[in-house]
């Protein structure tokens, strides 16, 4: 509901770094809450597409090509507008698996290692968009590594299935 709210302007409306309206193909871009926008070296902004039946990475095909280039080329204007951050220095990613189920993108500083960065659960933006266009249903076949704690409901299904 909180990413529903942003979007629909109920919540947060006085946060958006950046716009696109288009239902299709556009996003908006918020500071994330883990950010206090002090300084730019943790800088950390997600962009959450207005579409709401993609929920991960594993719904995307070529169709959202446009959306995903918007939300990259758009987003890194907007950052190097507001902030002053290049796109040469960001780290532009997506989660899988991601921490709730609504299409979103993350956007850091270069230098800064963010929970969720490393290479286990981040999926580049850039390589997203190049292995949708080698392969439409890239992410609906590939398999997808990625880290769960001993905590976690999915890891007891697969203790369970004897898989671990």
Do not use: C
């Amino acid at each position: 509901q909180w990413v529903y709210n942003i979007l629909e302007k109920k919540a947060e409306a006085d946060r958006i770094v950046h716009e696109n309206p288009d239902p299709s193909n556009g996003f908006v871009l918020v500071p994330d809450l883990k950010w206090n926008q002090n300084q730019l070296d943790d800088l950390y902004l997600i962009a959450l597409v207005h579409r709401r039946e993609i929920k991960s990475l594993r719904d995307l095909t070529a169709e959202h090509l446009p959306l995903l280039r918007n939300v990259l080329q758009e987003g890194k204007e907007a950052i190097a507008k507001r902030f002053g951050v290049p796109g040469s220095q960001l780290r532009i990613y997506l989660h899988y698996q991601p921490s709730y189920h609504h299409l979103h993108v993350h956007f850091t500083a270069l230098g800064y290692d963010a929970p969720g960065s490393s290479v286990e659960r981040a999926h580049l933006l850039a390589d997203v968009i190049d292995n949708l266009a080698m392969d439409s249903m890239y992410y609906q076949k590939r398999a997808l590594t990625f880290p769960l704690r001993a905590d976690e409901p999915l890891f007891k299904k697969f203790q369970e299935a004897g898989k671990v």
